[in-house]
C-alpha cells in the first residue's frame, strides 16, 4: 500500500533563510509526484511536478528533487520570506495497481516564515 | 487561462436539504475527481470519473452523488447533507488517469447545520 509521510510536520524560520522539506513514499513505482502549496482554507497551488524519469525540477526559489529509487523528494525553500508561509503538501501519482485512481498525499507541512 | 472552477466556493446549509457543488474545467481533461479534506485526515477522494459517462467510487463515496454528462463538467450532489459532510470539497483534473499533472479547483468550503 502506498503511503507518503511528510517531515517536519510543522517548520518555523526567520525570514532569509534556505530550507529543506522532505517527502518519502513506500511505493517507487510511481509516475510522478507534485508538490503543492495550501494556504489556510484555500485551494491547492501546484508548484512544482517531477515526472518518474526526472531528478529534479526548479522554479524561482523553488528546487524539488526526486530519488525514486529510494522513495524520497526533497522541497528546496531559498531565501524564505514571510509569504512563503503555509502548508507544503506532496502527493505521488502511483502506477495503476491495488486499485489506485487518484493521488495520495502526504499530511503537509506547515511552514511559518517569520520577519 | 486553463482553470478549474467550483461553485459555490463557500456554503452554509442545513441537514437534509439536498444541493449539488458544480465543478468545471476548460483543458478538455479527460479525468476529473472530487476530494475532501478535513482535520487530520488530510485529502480523501469521494468519486472519480474518467471519461463521460464513467464515474466509480473513490475512498469515502457514502453520501454523495457525481454524473459526467459532458467532459467539462462534474457536479457533485448531496442528495440529504448530514453534518458529518462539513468540510472543504475540492474538484481536481488531468488531462488523463494516469501520469499527467493535476489541476485542482480553489475550493469549496460546505457547512451543515
Known amino acids: 500500500k502506498q503511503e507518503v509521510t511528510q517531515i517536519p510536520a510543522a517548520l518555523s524560520v526567520p525570514e532569509g533563510e534556505n530550507l529543506v522539506l522532505n517527502c518519502s513514499f513506500t511505493?517507487?513505482?510511481?509516475?510522478?509526484l507534485q508538490w503543492f502549496r495550501q494556504d489556510p482554507g484555500k485551494g491547492l497551488t501546484s508548484l512544482l511536478l517531477i515526472q518518474s524519469s526526472q531528478r529534479e525540477q526548479t522554479s524561482g526559489r523553488l528546487n524539488a528533487s526526486l530519488d525514486k529509487s529510494s522513495g524520497r523528494s526533497t522541497l528546496y525553500i531559498a531565501a524564505s520570506q514571510p509569504g512563503d508561509s503555509a502548508t507544503y503538501l506532496c502527493?505521488?501519482?502511483?502506477?495503476?495497481?491495488?486499485?489506485?485512481?487518484?493521488?495520495?498525499f502526504g499530511a503537509g507541512t506547515r511552514l511559518a516564515v517569520h520577519p | 487561462e486553463a482553470q478549474v472552477t467550483q461553485n459555490p466556493r463557500y456554503l452554509i446549509t442545513v441537514t437534509g436539504k439536498k444541493l449539488t457543488v458544480t465543478c468545471s474545467q476548460n483543458m478538455n481533461h479527460e479525468y476529473m475527481s472530487w476530494y475532501r479534506q478535513d482535520p487530520g485526515l488530510g485529502l480523501r477522494q469521494i468519486y472519480y470519473s474518467m471519461n463521460v459517462e464513467v464515474t466509480d467510487k473513490g475512498d469515502v463515496p457514502e453520501g454523495y452523488k457525481v454524473s459526467r454528462k459532458e467532459k467539462r463538467n462534474f457536479p457533485l450532489i448531496l442528495e440529504s447533507p448530514s453534518p458529518n459532510q462539513t468540510s472543504l470539497y475540492f474538484c481536481?483534473?488531468?488531462?488523463?488517469?494516469?501520469?499527467?499533472?493535476?489541476?485542482f479547483g480553489p475550493g469549496t468550503r460546505l457547512t451543515v447545520l
Open positions: 502527493a505521488v501519482d502511483p502506477q495503476r495497481r491495488g486499485g489506485y485512481n487518484k493521488l495520495i
Open positions: 481536481a483534473s488531468s488531462l488523463r488517469l494516469a501520469g499527467n499533472e493535476q489541476f
Open positions: 511505493d517507487s513505482a510511481i509516475y510522478n
